[in-house]
């Protein structure tokens, strides 16, 4: 059976919510929502101003806890920012993401390229604890 959506030839509404904000020496960039082929070009624009404002060395970090869904258009953005950063002298990591975001970073190999932290508190804890 069709959906509505199907029938009437509209696109679902599909929602990616972005907020940043410093802390420490790190810039956060938190998502919510879906990333995919209509969130991805919101995604990189976001990701691309907080590595400005965080010039020369950006040290951005995704909280993807609120991710429910990324696709391969929503990792390539992920991938190049992080390649952005560093040829800047900075990093993009990985915080919180959800078992099926964290199952397409391993099945691609991708977990081992992004720093990839549990969850945000890492990041405010002093070395060695």
Known sequence: MWSAASRT???????LRVSSRS?????????AGEIDLYTAPRLESELLA?????????????DMS??????????????AAHREACEQGG???LAAPRAPV?????????A????VHDDLATLTRPTGQ
């Not at 802390?23 to 998502?31: F, M």
């Not at 964290?102 to 991708?110: A, H």
């Not at 081992?112 to 720093?115: A, D, I, L």
């Open 9 to 15: 030839g509209k696109v679902p509404d599909v929602e």
């Open 23 to 31: 802390q420490g020496e790190h810039t956060i960039v938190t998502l």
């Open 50 to 62: 907080a590595m400005r404002s965080a010039n020369p060395a950006p040290q951005v970090v995704v």
């Open 66 to 79: 609120g991710v429910e869904f990324c696709d391969s258009t929503g990792m390539n953005v992920l991938l």
């Open 91 to 93: 990093d993009l990591a």
């Open 102 to 110: 964290r199952k397409i970073l391993e099945v691609t190999g991708l």
């Open 112 to 115: 081992s390229v992004f720093t």
